[in-house]
């Protein structure tokens, strides 16, 4: 069963859907009513594989103009945890309403996960989910990249649901996978102190103020144990901008972290057009070349998104796991070459895609141009009808209409056997004949 807006708000307690993250908040601090509200879930949704809240939250409070929040496609989240594989610890930074943890978590359920999240409104449904799936968890509600927190908590597998407690300290959080679909191209602070943190300080630069995608990305590389993968969503503009963002582009390459470029299709998020790539990172990788997927037109259109059905994300999988080249579709690109592009990673520069447009038999092409020669020709009689129809507001505009229809009917070869005949002038009788008459 579908859990409606109007359901859920019933099993919140609220009338609108804007105090639903507020009240959802004050549940989840007493044991006893939040015990209560997930029984009075699980009776109207059992299956726990999914995020209940994705279309509910992403429609009535998601903020794409300023917080640029874009919840995560199934079948993306396939991809993304599938590249990934089994795991004791997951990471998920930018974790919204826990729609990636979940499908980490129904893969590996008895591993340790860790997410951070910045939104107030996201973050009651985040421990929601996490806790009414009785998972181990530790979750920080602040800013990822500035490192600022607001609040830790800390939930704790029990009998049936996670118990969910305030904790003071941020415990180790290096991670086996981590997972990310970070706010594309997101205005950030970038203080000079941070080129001194590990997470940033071998890159030499920092992500420009407008756009934090590296930013995101080295903090989820950060994150990382040694042998570590990684899976993270971002716009396609970090496969070939310029400035601070090639040399953290280089530098990754250089340092071997960049695994697989994985290009997905376009209009697949809710509330956003933007071309996405999915970008995937090991530490001490065994390769020394990049595998380069094109999936852009691996979707089903529906309405108006593009969606990856189990057919897609399959064939997806299938070439990264073993690593091959498929016409059109994916390529195994050195790292010299990758230096003698630069290091752009523009997917059409490894993937040529293009397909040449069937040339026609020229029996075909001939009966077309006889085809359109009498249509043409048609039209040019249909005209010069018209045009012999046409009168002249003046003596002398008529004469040059009609000497122009003349000379227009001649050149199509249109006689008009319309035309009224001259009236013949009867002569006046002679004497003779007058004097006859009497």
Known sequence: ???????????????????????????????????????????EEQDLSFDWFTEYFQSEHSDRK???????????????????????????????????????????????FYCEEFSDRALPFLLFNLAIRNINAVVLHGDSLSREFKAIYKLTKSTEFSSIEIVDEVPANKSETVIMNPPYSLPWNPLKEYLEQERFSDYGVLAPKSKSDYAFLLQGVHQLEDNGIMSIILPHGVL???????????????????????????????NTDIPTVLLVLKKNRLNKDILFIDAS?????????????DEHVAKILEVFQLRKAIDKFSS??????????????NIPRYIDTFEPEPVKPLSEIMAEMKQTEQEIAKNNIELAKMMNDLVGTTPEADRQIKEFASFFSEHVGYKDNQKPKRRIKRAEPTEGEQLSLL
Request: one cysteine or more; glycine letters at 6%; a neutral charge.
């Open 1 to 43: 069963m579908k859990l409606t807006t109007e359901k859920i708000n019933e099993l919140l307690g609220v009338d609108e859907s804007f105090h639903a993250s507020y009240k959802l908040i004050e549940i989840l601090s007493i044991p006893s009513e939040r015990e209560l509200l997930f029984t009075n879930f699980l009776k």
């Open 332 to 345: 195994v690109v050195t790292i010299e070459e990758l230096k003698e592009n630069d290091f752009n990673l």
């Open 66 to 112: 300023g917080k640029k929040q874009d919840f995560t496609p199934d079948g993306i989240i396939r991809v993304a945890s599938g590249v990934l594989g089994s795991t004791r610890s997951n990471a998920d930074i930018c974790a919204g309403t826990g729609g990636l943890t979940i499908k980490r978590y129904a893969e590996n359920p008895d591993a340790q």
């Open 297 to 309: 037109k691996e979707f089903k259109k529906e309405k108006v998104w593009n969606v990856l059905e």
């Open 240 to 270: 070939f901008r310029g400035a601070a963002e090639e040399k953290i582009r280089k530098k990754l390459i250089e340092n071997n972290l960049l695994d697989t470029v994985i290009g997905l299709p376009a209009k697949a998020f809710m």
